[in-house]
């Protein structure tokens, strides 16, 4: 799962997949908020998930966390 949002992530962010590690900052991605709805928008569509943008997402600053928090949410989702 973990190569699979990191594939998103580079994808939708338009980022070259190398760059992409869990310690890898957001801001160094330099993935504009319209970019950071995208790949929401496309890991909902891959993993049939609804993910809302709320607290946990919006404090993320790095690639790591930004996995945690998906797949977090992509577990729970998937037992309910």
Do not use: C, H, W
């Not at 709805?37 to 930004?66: Q, R, T």
């Not at 992509?74 to 037992?79: Q, T």
Request: aromatic share 4%; proline share 2%; net charge negative.
């Amino acid at each position: 799962m973990t190569r699979d949002l990191i594939e998103v992530i580079a994808k939708e962010g338009m980022v070259d997949m190398a760059g992409v590690g869990p310690d890898t900052t957001l801001a160094s991605l330099n993935i504009a908020s319209v970019d950071y709805m995208m790949i929401l928008a496309a890991i909902e569509e891959k993993f049939s998930v609804y993910i809302p943008m709320d607290e946990s997402l919006a404090e993320v600053k790095d690639v790591g966390g930004l996995l945690g928090v998906l797949k977090q949410r992509i577990l729970a989702e998937k037992k309910a």
